[in-house]
């Protein structure tokens, strides 16, 4: 039997491998560039290249490829081999510094928002050292970032690098605050729990919405939905789990920490969280996770769907970005600590991102919007559109006694004051009770739960670092000039909380009521992404952004148009598909079961006396109205697409999108699926919800 430490991590060029097949003085070297995030002189990066390819080729890889994060959302390669001319006609394994260090990249077709002109097509990529290489498929993939010939992000690793960079900066500040001179640096850390559906494959090679779209744009209420909830934490069925053991064992080999696997709560839905680790490597291995379980899952004849919202009226699919700060010391500073001033620092980091979510909560909101998660967001089971904080009770009651002056204590009570007591531990099980707000505390970690299934996490924790560097800057500009830091970090802790204390939310988050109240206290509810994605580009989301040096007001605005003509660019074909599929397969359907009928009904005519309220009649005129709507709902949509074609501003297409677009599909659908409710299952063309999701 195969041991997992024998194999986890052996398609990585990791630390081990690193000091086995790297001179000592080599590594070194590379280590520090790494840790101080300088670029590598040459000699040392032939060096490391030379390992690599060393090490890759006895591994059986004969290419190469820098591995980068586009605004598609999805990895991208262009694998190179490592094969040069060599003696006789022979050839050599070559791999050289220069090409480990830096790429250069068609980029003319990934999209860049305007940045990249159209005479300079050129991008490039530069290596991420912190971040393994690692082998998939026979291809040395090596993390790169990926910009414009300028310098310009034209990826999502870029951004999300430069904000732990900047909260790297200012954590550092506050810490130097409380006296903690052993600390070198603040990362974030991140464990980004992954839900995602299984499908049979062949079952989904019948359905073209699946196959377009990656979700079902027609499809009844099956007999059996997920009422019973049978399927949350069940017995996971064998094929699944065949399935599972295979996709552990592949990540495991990429080095990727996959803990737990279960099913989630709709049928066929399923869920993987790993171990958490720095979040530009989280960021990675979640690509590489998705990427993986479609692989895997076609070995197994399934389809995994990554998309938000499959199956309409069924649970859609989330990401759970568990966040943390970590000191490379070991210390996770969102752990309240043992004495006093470790917890007057957990307060005022705690209080870092209350200030950082309610100031920048329309930011947070844009970081998840897209088209798939806007039928999820708001949406029975999934959070609401409205961002809120969720602390629980004994960490409520800690902020209210030292918001009020209220004594406050487990055994006697008395005045709280910072720097002066201890606070319990809040143990997990009571903080995460909540599984309905937007952004929980959960003992020691920050759980934001906002995130679509299908989207990188890179934009999520881009705009929650930068957030929170720079609350913590502000901090630190004011408690480095205090004449008394105890009475000043008292001052400034209880003043945060007093005035943001309306983003705290402990209630339910799927209760309508809240969102009334959510509205007294101002707190925005963006319900889609054209009405979200203006905010990114206010004045002073400009300026966080700016001020940080995480993205120019330029790649602001490229990352703006980008997103919203992805918007459209995938309503339009969600829209062309549903067209499609409506007069070429269920409307032929639905004429041809009517032809049926009438000819039993003919028939009967032919011997029976009594033919009134049969089932063919009834349900012929019946057909004959659903049929008429479903036809004027084609035309309708039809309308709808011609009419984008004279807008050309993307702020108002994605409008149009959203107002006139979706608004027509649905109409259409519902006519669709009335259709499917009386038609004879014999004659129905496509797979429907029951056997997509009761199926395997
Ligand atoms: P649950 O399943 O109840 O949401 P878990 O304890 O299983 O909670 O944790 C969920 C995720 O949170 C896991 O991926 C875990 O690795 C991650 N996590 C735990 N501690 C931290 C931390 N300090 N920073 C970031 N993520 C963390
Ligand atoms: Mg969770």
Redesign the pocket.
């Known amino acids: 039997m195969k041991l997992v430490s024998d194999y986890f991590g052996c398609m990585v060029f990791n630390d081990e491998v690193m000091k086995q097949r790297l001179a000592p003085d080599v590594y070194n070297t590379l280590i520090r560039t790494v840790e101080h995030g300088r670029s590598l002189n040459l000699s040392v990066a032939n060096e490391v290249a030379r390992a690599m390819k060393d090490w890759a080729v006895e591994l059986g890889a004969t290419h190469y490829t820098h591995w980068f994060q586009p605004m598609t959302g999805i990895t991208a390669e262009k694998h190179d081999s490592f094969i040069s001319p060599g003696e006789g006609g022979k050839v050599i394994m070559e791999f050289s510094g220069k090409e480990l260090v830096r790429g250069e990249t068609d980029a003319s077709s990934f999209p860049s928002g305007g940045l990249r002109a159209t005479f300079e097509a050129r991008g490039y990529t530069a290596w991420d050292a912190t971040s393994y290489a690692f082998i998939k498929d026979g291809v040395l993939c090596i993390p790169t970032a990926f910009c414009s010939y300028s310098g310009e992000a034209l990826d999502k690793k870029t951004p999300l690098l430069r904000s732990m960079e900047a909260i790297n900066r200012q954590a550092m500040r506050v810490l130097k605050l409380f006296g903690n001179e052993d600390v070198a640096s603040v990362k974030t ?5 992954q839900e995602y559906f299984l499908v049979d494959k062949k079952t989904f090679k019948q359905r073209n919405d699946l196959i377009f779209t990656g979700r079902t744009l027609f499809g009844a209420k099956p007999p059996k939905g997920q009422e019973v909830e049978g399927h949350y934490y069940g017995v996971i069925k064998p094929r699944v789990q065949a399935f599972m053991k295979d996709l552990d064992e592949e990540l495991w080999k990429l080095g990727v920490l996959a ?2 696997e279960h099913n989630e709560a709709a049928p066929s839905q399923h869920e993987l ?4 680790a720095s979040t530009n490597i989280a960021a990675d291995h979640n690509q590489l996770t998705m990427e993986i379980m479609q692989k895997v899952a076609k070995k197994h004849d399934f389809v995994c769907l990554l998309h938000e919202k499959p199956f309409a009226g069924v649970n859609g699919s989330g990401k ?1 970005n ?3 700060m ?1 000191t490379n010391t070991g210390v ?1 500073l ?1 752990e309240p600590g043992d004495t006093p001033s470790e917890n007057a620092q957990f307060l005022l980091f705690l209080c870092s991102i209350i200030k950082a979510v309610d100031e920048y909560q329309d930011l947070l909101r844009v970081s998840v919007a897209s088209a798939g998660n806007d039928h999820r967001l708001g949406a029975h089971e999934a959070p609401p559109a409205v961002v809120s904080i969720f602390l629980g009770d004994e960490l409520n009651e800690v902020l209210e006694s030292i918001e009020k002056e209220t004594p406050y204590g487990v055994k006697e009570k008395e005045l709280l004051r910072i720097g002066v007591h201890t606070l319990p531990k809040f143990p ?1 099980d009571t903080t ?1 009770r909540n599984r309905t707000s937007p952004f929980a505390f ?1 003992g ?2 920050f ?1 934001f739960r906002m995130l679509g299934s299908a989207a990188s996490i890179s934009d999520a924790n881009t705009v929650l670092n930068t957030a929170v560097a720079e609350i913590l800057k502000r901090f630190a500009d004011e408690l480095e000039n205090a004449e008394n830091f105890e009475t000043a970090l008292h001052d400034l802790i209880k003043r945060v909380i007093t005035e943001h204390k309306r983003i705290i939310f402990n209630g339910n988050g799927y209760d309508e009521a809240w969102l009334k109240e959510a509205e007294k206290r101002g707190l925005l509810n963006l319900r889609s992404t054209p009405d979200a994605l203006p905010y990114f580009i206010k004045e002073k989301n400009v300026r966080l952004f700016t001020e940080h040096k995480v993205y120019t007001e330029r790649e602001m605005h490229s990352r703006y148009e980008i997103l919203l003509e992805s918007y459209c660019k995938l309503t339009n074909i969600e829209a062309h598909t549903m067209v499609d599929m409506a007069k070429k397969e269920i409307l032929p359907a639905v004429s041809a079961y009517s032809q049926t009928l009438c000819n039993t009904l003919l028939a009967k005519k032919a011997v029976c006396k009594h033919l009134d309220n049969t089932y063919e009649t009834e349900t012929l005129n019946e057909i004959s109205d659903l049929s008429a709507k479903a036809y004027a709902g084609v035309k309708a949509l039809e309308n709808a697409l011609d009419g984008a074609k004279n807008i050309t501003n993307v702020t108002q297409l994605a409008i149009w999108h959203k107002d006139k677009i979706l608004s027509a599909m649905s109409e259409l659908r519902a006519a669709a699926d009335a259709l499917e409710g009386i038609v004879s299952a014999e004659y129905w063309p496509i797979p429907t919800y029951g056997d997509l999701l009761f199926e395997i």
């Open positions: 850390t991140v464990g980004a729990e803990k737990t969280a790993p171990i958490f759970h568990n966040w943390s970590s996770n969102l997990k995460d959960t020691n970690k759980e």
